[in-house]
C-alpha cells in the first residue's frame, strides 16, 4: 500500500526544512534504509532514509524548495499503484479553507462596492508619513476645531512623530467637518485623522468607506499624501539654505508652510519678499507660487566687505540596494532569539580577570600537550567547573518548572557562514584540556561543513560566545534557550594593573554573564563568576 513520505522535525528548533538534492528520482526501486535526499535545516545538512521497500512513485517538491514540518514530499508505494486519492486527502482540508476564505473577500468586496463617494463633496485627511522610520503620530493639539472654516495652507493640527513635533497643514479650502481623535491620541501612518468639504456634506458615508477599504476614497487622496510626505522631508533638504532667510515678524521668524518654504527654497525666492495671505500674515504654497521674481532684489548683489559665497559641489551618487533572501538557519536565529530577548528578564554580571597566570600556564601545557591548547579551551574547563560548584547556575528554564542538570554539557557558539550555530562538548567538567580542545575542533569544522549530527547541536546546559579572537573587548550575548545564562568573553588585553599598591603591567580579560532572572538571581550569578575567576586566576585548581 502506497504511503506518504512527509517532512520529519529533524531537530528540536526546525519548523521547515529545504530539499537540497534528490538521491532518488520517481520510479526508481527504493529499499529501506536508502537515502532519498539529503535536507537542510536551521543547524546541518542531514539525510533523509526511507523506512520502507518499494518505488518511488511522486516527488512533490523541487530541489531548493521548502517544505514545513509534516509537509508532503513524496509517495512511496507499489509499482503501477494509484496514490493520487492520498495526495487529495491531504490538501482536502487546506484547499476547504481557501475557498472559504475566498468568499469572504469576495463578499467583502461586494459590500465595499455598495458605498459611492463620487459625489460627496469632502475628502479625507490621512496621517503622512513624515520620516522615514515613523509608523505613527500623536496630535499634540488641534489648531482648528471641527466646525472651523479651513483655507488652504492653514495649520489644522500639531502632530509629534518619533523625531519633532511638525504642523499639519490643510491643502483646500472648506469646513472642518470631523476630527478623528482627540489630542494627546495616536494615529498610524495613513490612518484618518479629519475630513474636511462643503458645509453639510455626508462625512459619515466617507468614513464608512474607509471602514470597507473602499478604492474610490483612497484614489482621491493619493494626491494629498504625496504632497504632505513631501513637505514633511523638506527641513533636511533644504535646512542650509532656510537658516539664510530666517528673518522677519515678531519674533525674527518667517510664518510659512514647510511646502511653502520648499517650493521658495526650490525656485531661489527670498522668503522675506513674499507676502503671506494665510493667517497672521502666514506665508503658504499660493502665495509662493504667485511671487513674481521680478520684484526680488538681485540675487548676486554683494554689500562692500561681504565675503564671496561659497559655492558646495553638488555629490553624484547611486543608490543601490540587494536583496537577500533569508536562509533557514537565519529565520530560527531571528525567532528563537527574538523569543528569548522579549520574553526572559535579562540581567548582565562583568568581572574582569586578570590572566598573567593564564598565559604562563597555556605557555608550559602547549609544550606538552598533543593539541595546541586555546584560551577559549582553558575558558571552556574552568566554566564547566565552575558549574560543578554552583549547580544552580546549571539550569533550564521550562515555562512552568525548570530542570536542574547534575551533567554539564557546554554550548560553543560558533560563527559560520549562514549564521550562527552552537556545538556542545558533553560532560565537559570530566574531560581534560587537550580533550575539549580536540572536541572543539572538531565540532568547530563539522558545524562550517554542516555535518553536525542532532545530538552534537542540542542538549547544552551553559553556553559560551567568544569574540576575543576579533578584537572585542567587551560584550553582552543574549541567552540561548533553553538555558539559564550565557557567558560572553572578551579580548585579552595588556593594560596597567594595580597589585599591592603598586602599579604593573598585566594581561586582563573581561567576561560578562547574561542571566534569565526567572531562573538565577544576582547573586547566585555573581558567585559562579567569582569562582570562574579564581580558577582562571590561578588556572593549576581547573586541574583538581
Given at each position: 500500500m502506497a504511503e506518504v513520505i512527509r517532512m520529519p522535525k529533524m531537530s528540536d528548533t526546525m519548523e521547515e526544512g529545504v530539499i537540497a538534492s534528490w538521491l532518488k528520482k520517481e520510479g526508481d526501486e527504493v529499499s529501506s534504509g536508502d537515502v532519498l535526499a539529503e535536507v537542510e535545516t536551521d543547524k546541518a545538512t542531514m539525510e533523509l532514509e526511507s523506512y520502507q521497500d518499494g518505488v518511488l512513485l511522486?516527488?512533490?517538491?523541487?530541489?531548493?524548495?521548502?517544505?514545513?514540518v509534516d509537509g508532503i514530499l513524496a509517495v512511496i508505494g507499489e509499482k503501477g499503484e494509484d496514490y493520487k486519492h492520498l495526495l487529495e486527502e491531504s490538501s482536502n482540508g487546506q484547499s476547504d479553507e481557501g475557498e472559504e476564505e475566498a468568499r469572504e473577500e469576495k463578499s467583502e468586496k461586494k459590500s465595499s462596492e455598495k458605498i459611492d463617494t463620487s459625489n460627496i463633496k469632502a475628502s479625507v485627511i490621512r496621517m503622512p508619513k513624515m520620516s522615514d522610520t515613523m509608523e505613527e503620530g500623536v496630535i499634540a493639539s488641534w489648531i482648528k476645531n471641527k466646525g472651523d472654516k479651513v483655507e488652504s495652507g492653514d495649520i489644522l493640527a500639531e502632530v509629534e512623530t518619533d523625531k519633532a513635533t511638525m504642523e499639519l497643514e490643510a491643502y483646500e479650502d472648506g469646513t472642518l467637518l470631523y476630527t478623528a481623535v482627540e489630542a494627546g491620541s495616536g494615529v498610524p501612518v495613513d490612518g484618518v485623522i479629519a475630513i474636511i468639504g462643503e458645509e453639510g456634506a455626508d462625512y459619515e458615508?466617507?468614513?464608512?468607506?474607509?471602514?470597507?477599504?473602499?478604492?474610490n476614497a483612497e484614489e482621491e487622496q493619493v494626491e494629498e499624501k504625496k504632497e504632505v510626505s513631501q513637505s514633511a522631508s523638506a527641513p533636511t533638504q533644504s535646512s542650509a539654505p532656510q537658516q539664510t532667510t530666517t528673518s522677519s515678524s515678531s519674533n525674527g521668524r518667517i510664518k510659512?508652510?514647510?511646502?511653502a518654504k520648499k517650493i521658495a527654497s526650490e525656485k531661489g525666492i527670498d522668503l522675506s519678499q513674499v507676502n503671506g495671505s494665510g493667517t497672521e500674515g502666514r506665508i503658504v504654497k499660493k502665495d509662493v507660487?504667485?511671487?513674481t521674481p521680478?520684484?526680488?532684489?538681485?540675487?548676486g548683489a554683494e554689500k562692500a566687505g561681504d565675503k564671496p559665497a561659497i559655492n558646495i559641489p553638488q555629490v553624484v551618487g547611486e543608490e543601490r540596494s540587494e536583496k537577500v533572501e533569508l536562509s533557514q538557519m537565519r529565520k530560527v536565529i531571528a525567532k528563537r532569539l527574538s523569543d528569548s530577548k522579549f520574553s526572559a528578564p535579562h540581567f548582565y554580571l562583568t568581572m574582569e580577570i586578570n590572566m598573567d597566570k593564564a598565559i604562563e600556564a597555556r605557555k608550559s601545557m602547549n609544550e606538552v600537550a598533543p593539541v595546541k591548547i586555546s584560551f577559549n579551551d582553558m575558558v571552556v574547563k574552568a566554566a564547566?567547573?565552575?558549574l560543578r560548584q554552583h549547580p544552580d547556575v546549571n539550569v533550564s528554564w521550562m515555562g512552568d518548572h525548570m530542570m536542574k542538570h547534575s551533567h554539564v554539557h557546554m554550548g560553543i557558539a560558533v560563527a559560520i557562514p549562514d549564521g550562527l550555530i552552537v556545538p556542545v562538548v558533553r560532560f565537559a567538567d570530566n574531560k581534560s584540556l587537550s580533550h575539549i580542545s580536540a572536541e572543539v575542533r572538531e565540532l568547530a569544522q563539522k558545524a562550517k561543513d554542516k555535518k553536525l549530527q542532532p545530538e552534537e547541536f542540542s542538549g547544552n546546559t551553559f553556553t559560551i560566545s567568544n569574540l576575543g579572537m576579533f578584537g572585542i573587548d567587551e560584550f553582552t550575548a543574549i541567552i540561548n534557550p533553553p538555558d539559564a545564562c550565557i557567558m560572553a568573553v572578551g579580548g585579552i588585553k595588556e593594560t596597567v594593573v594595580v597589585k599591592n599598591g603598586?602599579?604593573?603591567?598585566?594581561n586582563v580579560m573581561k567576561v560578562t554573564l547574561s542571566c534569565d532572572h526567572r531562573a538565577v538571581d544576582g547573586a547566585v550569578g555573581s558567585a559562579f563568576l567569582k569562582t570562574f575567576k579564581e580558577l582562571l586566576e590561578d588556572p593549576v585548581r581547573i586541574l583538581i
Open positions: 511522486h516527488i512533490g517538491v523541487k530541489e531548493k524548495e521548502s517544505v514545513p458615508a466617507l468614513l464608512k468607506a474607509e471602514e470597507q477599504g473602499d478604492d510659512a508652510s514647510p511646502l507660487e504667485e511671487f521680478s520684484t526680488q532684489p538681485q540675487q564547566a567547573a565552575a603598586e602599579m604593573k603591567p598585566g
